[in-house]
T-cell receptor, first 115, second 111 residues
Framework: EAEVAQSPRYKITEKSQAVAFWCDPI?????LYWYRQILGQGPELLVQ????????DSQLPKDRFSAERLKGVDSTLKIQPAELGDSAMYLC?????????????FGPGTRLTVL | DAKTTQPPSMDCAEGRAANLPCNHS???????VYWYRQIHSQGPQYIIH???NNETNEMASLIITEDRKSSTLILPHATLRDTAVYYC????????????FGKGTLLTVNP
């Protein structure tokens, strides 16, 4: 069964350092999402791509976060510089462009710890 | 998207039915009810969705009240592996309409 791949699974960094997360969606899925999940909370959407275009980045802290999906397939989320409050799980999800209900398929996530 | 209200936690005995409630009193006519769950340290997993009719699949049943202001997710025979946080989400159909997660309900299935 096809799955969303994410790497690394765990990342520990010091504040002010740069970090990057990678996501490979299910083949053929045009829509890709990055979510952030703080411990004890539900996931919060950071950015949504349709192919290579950003559809929604209203919740993305643009002073330090950036996301790209250059060829409309895999995607990278970057934080520079990392802050203590960025410690969270970063989840990637994808969904088909056309679908009766556009179910989102989530990857296992990257757990970031900022020291 | 309409907001939802769920109890923070519930317990269920293994083998019994788990009934998870969700209130969405401000739901509008074109909004669907979705349920996802998240097992510890994993990404969320889609369970089921519906508009106004009751729905059933291999994982669960979804019962939506006639006025659509509330719904219940039913796991007919809960197992220990069903222990997870269950999220009830209301959203408009379409690929550009994001999922807005609340805190969900932590369901603990006890042996």
């Amino acid at each position: 069964e096809a799955e969303v791949a994410q790497s690394p699974r765990y990342k520990i960094t010091e504040k002010s350092q740069a970090v990057a997360f990678w996501c490979d969606p299910i083949s053929g899925h045009a829509t890709l999402y990055w979510y952030r999940q703080i411990l004890g909370q539900g996931p919060e959407l950071l950015v949504q791509f349709q192919d290579e275009s950003v559809v929604d980045d209203s919740q993305l802290p643009k002073d330090r976060f950036s996301a790209e999906r250059l060829k409309g397939v895999d995607s990278t989320l970057k934080i520079q510089p990392a802050e203590l409050g960025d410690s969270a799980m970063y989840l990637c999800a994808s969904s088909p462009e056309q679908g009766a209900y556009n179910e989102q398929f989530f990857g296992p996530g990257t757990r970031l710890t900022v020291l | 998207d309409a907001k939802t209200t769920q109890p923070p936690s519930m317990d269920c005995a293994e083998g019994r039915a788990a009934n998870l409630p969700c209130n969405h009193s401000t739901i509008s006519g074109n909004e669907y009810v979705y349920w996802y769950r998240q097992i510890h340290s994993q990404g969320p997993q889609y369970i089921i969705h519906g508009l106004k009719n009751n729905e059933t699949n291999e994982m669960a049943s979804l019962i939506i009240t006639e006025d659509r202001k509330s719904s219940t997710l039913i796991l007919p025979h809960a197992t220990l592996r069903d222990t997870a946080v269950y999220y009830c989400i209301v959203r408009t159909q379409g690929s550009n309409y994001k999922l807005t997660f609340g805190k969900g309900t932590l369901l603990t299935v006890n042996p």
